[in-house]
């Protein structure tokens, strides 16, 4: 039962352009979601989360959308950077609890 | 401000052998989470530990696994009689004590667990 979705597993975007990435969840005890950037070999890296008590919050180039009623999120990039070239995983959690992950959507930002 | 410390980064192993993995946390962190990420998934919820207590462990496999956070030392993550599917990149996260429903886990490198 994957409770957390992310459909698209790949994205390819111009440098410059809005890169969006989408995850879909079930649960709608899930009160915190976060999206984390990974590079191969490495880590999750943290890069923005949202409290299930807003529909967004805006860091930099990055913004993520919360819309409960349709159990969905996204995540904005603009402008989209080669560097930003990764494997994007959005994660929900239910009262401080375990993550929940998705199965990723990979990212490629060319020039 | 060191990071989560995983070691080893990389670990090969024989069928039947034990593997063990370390996880020091981020300092002023006393909360630990183990993950697995098997080829081509998402990371999946193994174990949730605090100091000397395992606090939520739905996502370990009932055999052959086990982990501890004792008092002083890092997490341990104990896989006994390795197999193949054993295969996998395992992942330890920390965060602070939690006193909201906002606590952000940061994750260490991961080991990368070969079974021959």
């Known amino acids: 039962d994957q409770q957390v979705k992310q459909n698209s597993p790949s994205l390819s975007v111009q440098e410059g352009r809005i890169s969006i990435l989408n995850c879909d969840y079930t649960n709608s005890m899930f009160d915190y979601f976060l999206w984390y950037k990974k590079y191969p070999a490495e880590g999750p890296t943290f890069l923005i989360s949202i409290s299930s008590i807003k529909d967004k919050n805006e860091d930099g180039r990055f913004t993520v959308f919360l819309n409960k009623s349709a159990k969905h999120l996204s995540l904005h990039i603009v402008p989209s950077q080669p560097g930003d070239s990764a494997v994007y995983f959005c994660a929900a959690s239910e009262d401080t609890d375990k993550l929940i992950f998705g199965t990723g959507t990979r990212l490629q930002v060319f020039p | ?116």
């Not at chain 2, 697995?36 to 000397?52: C, I, T």
Request: proline share 7%; aromatic share 10%; with cysteine.
């Open chain 2, 1 to 116: 401000n060191a990071g989560v410390m995983q070691n080893p980064r990389h670990l090969v192993r024989r069928r039947g052998q034990e593997a063990r993995l370390r996880c020091s946390p981020m300092k002023g962190h006393s909360h630990v989470y183990w993950y697995r990420q098997l080829p081509e998934e998402g990371l999946k919820f193994m174990v949730y530990l605090q100091k000397e207590n395992i606090i939520d462990e739905s996502g370990m496999p009932k055999e052959r696994f086990s982990a501890e956070f004792p008092k002083e030392g890092p997490s341990i993550l104990r896989i006994q009689q390795v197999v193949r599917g054993d295969s996998a990149a395992y992942f330890c996260a920390s965060s602070p004590l939690v006193t909201t429903s906002t606590d952000t886990q940061y994750f260490g490198p991961g080991t990368r667990l070969t079974v021959l």
